[in-house]
């Protein structure tokens, strides 16, 4: 099965900034839509952020709107999420999942519709 590989994790101050990165183990992305999904402790995972196939949708979650920017680069084969003023609430294990969409220009935050998952990298936002 496909994997993906996240990398970037780890701790802020809030008002800070990270940058996590997701790369495909042995494939390409062209032709997939890609999400991020977090999941705090104790809470269900959810959408975050996603991008379509060609990267002209993009999607997210209310909580992160004008935070969050997610972004791709099909040289380098791996999708961004780049999070600014970040809030102790971000605090979640970030996962990065990939799925091949019916319609290129699809993008959704529903964990149910991607298929290929990471293993997940910690987003510790603390003062």
């Known amino acids: 099965q496909a994997q993906l590989v996240e990398s970037g994790g780890g701790s802020a101050q809030p008002g800070g900034s990270l940058r996590l990165s997701c790369a495909p183990s042995?494939?390409?992305?062209?032709?997939?839509?890609i999400g991020w999904f977090r999941q705090a402790q104790g809470k269900e995972r959810e959408g975050v952020a996603c991008?379509?196939?060609?990267?002209?949708?993009?999607n997210y979650v209310d909580s992160v709107k004008g935070r969050f920017t997610i972004s791709r680069d099909h040289v380098k084969n791996a999708v961004y999420l780049q999070m600014d003023s970040l809030k102790s609430e971000d605090t979640a294990t970030y996962f990065c999942?990939?799925?091949?969409?019916?319609?290129?220009?699809?993008?959704?935050?529903?964990?149910?519709?991607?298929?290929?998952w990471g293993q997940g990298t910690q987003v510790t936002v603390s003062s």
């Open positions: 999942a990939a799925t091949r969409p019916k319609y290129a220009n699809d993008c959704l935050l529903r964990r149910q519709d991607y298929n290929s």
């Open positions: 042995g494939f390409s992305l062209d032709f997939h839509a």
């Open positions: 991008i379509s196939s060609f990267g002209n949708t993009r």
